[in-house]
Structures are given as C-alpha cells and as structure tokens.
C-alpha cells in the first residue's frame, strides 16, 4: 500500500473534524430542544432517576457545592483552581456559558473536549430517553436542558476520573438539578433577589430555598440580617459546621494592582499576604476569600493553613470570562454579565476603583429582570448609554428599554439601537470621541453589561469568545 501523503492526511483529519463538530451540534441541537433552565420545577425525581441507572456517578469524588445570587462562577472557579494547584485533578460545573456549552464542563481547568463530550453524552442519551418515557407516562414532563446537562456533567467527571468536582447550583437550591451530590463542604454566596417568581418574593425565602444545599460544613459570605437568620437555621437544622465571612475568615487589605488586586486574607487556618487576585472590586475578593475556606474545609478540615506558594499560584491562575472582563483596546471595551441589582452595585463599585472616568454603556437586559433598578445603579458611571438587545428570546425590546433609560438618564444620554452588532460600533465611536485619559493611558470605554447572553455576544463580536 502507498504512503498517505501529508496533504490527504491532511483532509482526512479535516473530514474527521468536520463530522465530529456535526455531531456534536446535533446533540446540542437535542439538548437545547429541552424545557430551558430557568423553566423551574420543584423536583429532583428525574435526575435521581438518571443518577441511579447510570450508577450514581455524582458520588464516586469529592464536591464542594456553590450557591448564592452573586459571585457563584467566580467562587468555584477560584476554588477549582486553587484545588489543581494543589495536584487534584478536578472537575467544574458552572452556568449559564458565554459561547459554547461545553463551557459548563470543565475537567482540569480546560472546556470538556469534544470526543469527551460525545462518550458522556453516549452513556447518558438512553438513560434519559428513558427517564423521560417513565415521567411522560406518568403525566410529568421530559428532563430539562438543565438536568440533562448536569447528568451529563457528573458522568463525565465519573469517567475522567476527577479527584474533586466544583459544582455550581444553576438557580436556588433545595430543587436545583445539582443538589442530588453530597458534597463534602458548601458555599454560599451573598443572596439578593433574582429570578424571584421562581425562588420566591422575599429575601427570606429566597434564602430557604438557597439553603437547601447545606449538607456538613458550609462556607457563608457576607449577608444582609435577614437572609443570615435563615441560613442560621438551616445550619442548625442540619447538624451543620458554619463558617462566616467576617467572623471566621475575612479580606484584610486590597489594593488595585496591573490585571486585578493585591489581597490579604485571614482563612480558616491562616493568614495569607499580598496574593494578586486577577479580578477587579471588593466582591471578587470576598468570593477568593470564600473559595479559599472552602479549600482549606475540603483539603485538611481547616487544620493547618494551605502552602502560600501553591495559594498564590492557585489564585494568580484563575480566570472568570465575562466578568469586568477587558475585551478590547482602542476604546476599551469592558464587559461584564451583571444581570440584577446587586451585580450592577458589586459592578458599579469596581469601575469606580479601577476605572474611575465616564464611560459609554452598552446595555441589553431580559424582560424578567429590574431594568429600571440596573439601569439606576449604573448611570452615574456611565456618560451614555446605547440600549439594545441580545438574541435571547427573553430579551427586553429596545425600545422599552430606551423609555426606561430615558426616565433614569434623561433624552440626551440615550440612544436605541436594534441590532447588537450596530449597537456597539455606536457605543465604540462615541468612546473614541471622547479624549479623556483614565488609569493606565486608557481612554474613555465602553462598558457591555445588562445579561449574560448580551456579554457573551459582545465577547464574539470581539473575537474573545
């Protein structure tokens, strides 16, 4: 037989790339046909089912649970982070993703590979076509985007193997797909209302419904009164280890610095100095400190405190894309997936610190969020604001959203425009215009924000994503 020469070698690895990428759209395809994640319903009966034929992958590793309104990626990917440090090999499970679903599923640090993606899906596909007849039958609906994907998730952490899996809770808690785990130790991020005709009205009940997570040992960040006297009792209720931020552990100085922040943190079983935080406001240094006892908890009970040289290295690593995320230079162009109130103030604060001249707001919100409150928080950080809409079919039209706007920033300060794309060339020239220098030699930017689907499309129309 003749030797293949490089250039049909060449096109065969293409042909086999191009079918593998159809492939995996087609199970995207199958998937996103699903009820969407933010479709709540109160059970776990169907993925305890998938769990239990599928040989209960979810409890073969360790897991540290995270919960919260805000800060939740940030945390675990901090955490993950610092666990690789440490020589785990380690999985993460976040949501929602910026540009591919195979984002959600990390292993080692790194998106899960496509071929990885295909085997789980191979194992799980019949195990859910399964569960969905027996829940059809019964009057139920089929499994959900969400619970398929974190089936999914704990398989392929099942097969890697992972040693230790981050798991970030999709909405609440107590009927969250992912709190069939049991986790060794949970956190729980500061709570304010979010997706509140799903979690509840009040403070309080999204609280109890965020608690359900509480297992042995749970790490709390800081809490408005209100939603701590909850968390409170559910700690006692379950027989559980609580650890406060500010009571057991704490920031203890930060200061900005080129590509994030120098903080100092007291953990659970040390004192850590002057560890560079590549993230930006006070928020993303308490979700560190959160990540750091929570990997203190896993690894030795909080016993003796974790090597400073793999600490920092473990921190210094970690990245949370879309998060006052830098996307582009010549303006500068921020963008950040703050998507309530409480994001916007945490987001507000940070570009004070670091980014103290007015910008040009690029913001698109979905229909079922407080646009006139996000709005309200922004506007004194902001110049102007070009209002616009992402792909989401639960986006806010433009044009209400330009009323709103034009309420909270006055007719001249206002622009609507429909198309995304159209919309941050707008936003982009009106920052070139503007001369003023900022921190660094920057001149005046734009800051995308509004929802995570607007920052995730902004990131692909720049070439990050």
């Not at 191009?18 to 492939?23: D, F, N, R, S, Y």
């Not at 209100?226 to 200061?255: M, T």
């Not at 308490?286 to 006892?293: D, G, L």
């Not at 916007?344 to 913001?363: D, R, S």
Request: hydrophobic share 45%; proline share 5%.
């Amino acid at each position: 037989m003749p030797p293949v020469s490089d250039q049909r070698r060449a096109a065969l690895v293409s042909q086999a790339d191009q079918a593998a990428q159809a492939k995996l759209e087609q199970v995207y395809r199958q998937i996103l046909e699903r009820a969407p994640e933010h479709d709540f319903e109160p059970t776990l009966d169907r993925v305890k089912a998938a769990c239990e034929l599928l040989g209960q992958p979810q409890l073969t590793y360790q897991v540290i649970h995270v919960a919260g309104t805000n800060g939740k990626t940030s945390t675990a990917r901090v955490a993950e982070s610092l666990l690789r440090a440490h020589g785990l090999r380690t999985g993460l499970f976040t949501s929602p993703h910026l540009t591919s679903m195979r984002e959600r599923i990390a292993l080692d640090g790194q998106p899960i590979a496509p071929d990885a993606f295909l085997d789980a899906w191979a194992l799980v596909s019949q195990v859910v076509d399964l569960v969905d007849q027996r829940s059809v039958a019964a009057g139920g609906p089929r499994m959900s985007f969400f619970e398929v994907l974190t089936v999914l998730a704990f398989v392929a952490f099942s097969d890697a193997p992972v040693d230790v899996a981050v798991v970030e809770v999709g909405m609440g808690g107590t009927w969250d797909a992912t709190n069939v785990v049991e986790s060794q130790v949970q956190v729980i991020t500061p709570i304010s209302r979010d997706h509140e005709q799903w979690l509840g009205s009040t403070l309080p009940e999204i609280a109890g419904e965020k608690a359900g997570i509480v297992r042995r040992q749970v790490v709390i960040g800081r809490q408005v009164p209100e939603v701590a006297r909850v968390l409170e009792r559910a700690v006692l209720a379950a027989g559980a280890g609580a650890f406060w931020e500010g009571v057991d552990f704490e920031v203890l100085a930060r200061e900005p610095a080129v590509g994030g922040q120098l903080v100092s943190l007291r953990g659970l079983a040390g004192e850590y100095r002057e560890v560079l935080v590549p993230l930006f406001g006070a928020h993303q240094a308490s979700n560190a400190a959160c990540a750091v006892a929570a990997v203190e908890l896993l690894l030795n009970g909080a016993q003796t405190a974790l090597g400073g040289e793999v600490l920092a290295q473990g921190i210094e690593a970690a990245r949370s894309p879309g998060r006052l995320e830098v996307a582009a230079s010549s303006p500068t162009v921020l963008v950040d997936a703050a998507h309530n109130v409480a994001g916007a103030q945490a987001l507000v604060e940070a570009v004070e610190e670091v980014f103290p001249l007015g910008l040009i707001g690029l913001v698109g919100i979905l229909a079922d969020k407080d646009a006139e409150g996000i709005l309200g928080v922004l506007e004194p950080v902001l110049e102007s604001v070009v209002v616009t809409r992402s792909a989401s079919p639960r986006a806010l039209d433009p044009h209400q959203l330009g009323e709103v706007a034009r309420e909270v920033f006055g007719d001249g300060r206002v622009e609507v425009v429909e198309r995304l794309d159209d919309a941050l060339a707008r936003a982009m020239e009106l920052a070139a215009i503007d001369t003023g220098e900022g921190p660094g030699g920057l001149g005046t930017g734009v800051l995308a924000t509004g929802s995570v689907t607007l920052a995730a499309e902004v990131r692909i129309l720049l070439g990050v994503g």
